[in-house]
């Protein structure tokens, strides 16, 4: 499985935009672009995700490198309700299981 | 919709006891797959089932094992239980046909091996 490397942790204040970023230099041609996000005490919450195109839902923005070889999750206005771990993963589509890293901690400060 | 759902939500068992694990899938959904999560880590795959039969499988020993029933819930059973088997136990539920592409988590169910 192609990898992915994220920050172990980053900041941000309640009500400004949060840039997470994703690596993935080793993506292949047929490699989808996910993200997943887990809060406290939940299982994992699934956020967006995109092939080569940016991509925007009503959580989220995903902006994908022309190269593809890496992707940054964009919330426009972070929240209290934003704080927790984010998970960038790569995956082909139908039902692939979902090869989780670390992810990147994201701290929200009112 | 009910979503997701599992049970137990927390369980303590005592090493070499077995265990199962129940989760119902999303209604809709035909395909659940199950991680585990340790303590401060991603969750790892285990195995996924689809029309009753085990379809993909992780690294972990046969002492895991699993079931899908014709309604598509599921169990997750654990033999010889080891202290390394605590962690959360999470059920994800998927559609097979069209894009698929969504996994749908469930709270997860924390066991506690002593």
């Known amino acids: 499985d192609a990898k992915t490397t994220q920050p172990n942790s980053m900041e941000s204040n309640e009500e400004e935009p949060v840039h997470l970023p994703c690596n993935h230099s080793?993506?292949?041609?047929?490699?989808?672009i996910h993200w997943y996000r887990q809060l406290p005490s939940q299982g994992p919450e699934y956020v967006i995700h995109g092939l080569t195109s940016n991509v925007n839902n009503r959580m989220a923005s995903l902006a994908i490198a022309e190269d593809r070889k890496s992707s940054t999750l964009i919330l426009h206005r972070a929240t209290l309700r934003d704080a927790a771990v984010y998970y960038c993963?790569?995956?082909?589509?139908?039902?692939?299981?979902?090869?989780f890293g670390k992810g990147t901690r994201l701290s929200v400060i009112a | 919709d009910a979503g997701v759902t599992q049970s137990p939500t927390h369980l303590i068992k005592t090493r070499g006891q077995q265990v199962t694990l129940r989760c119902s899938p999303k209604s809709g959904h035909d395909t659940v797959s199950w991680y585990q999560q340790a303590l401060g880590q991603g969750p790892q795959f285990i195995f996924q089932?689809?029309?009753?039969?085990?379809?993909q499988r992780g690294n972990f020993p046969d002492r895991f094992s699993g079931h899908q029933f014709p309604n598509y819930s599921s169990e997750l059973n654990v033999n010889a239980l080891l202290l390394g088997d605590s962690a959360l136990y999470l059920c994800?539920?998927?559609?097979?046909?069209?894009?698929?592409?969504?996994?749908?988590f469930g709270p997860g169910t924390r066991l506690l091996v002593l």
């Open positions: 994800a539920s998927s559609l097979s046909r069209g894009r698929g592409e969504t996994q749908y």
């Open positions: 993963i790569l995956t082909l589509m139908r039902n692939t299981p979902l090869v």
């Open positions: 089932y689809y029309e009753e039969e085990e379809r």
């Open positions: 080793t993506i292949s041609g047929t490699d989808y």
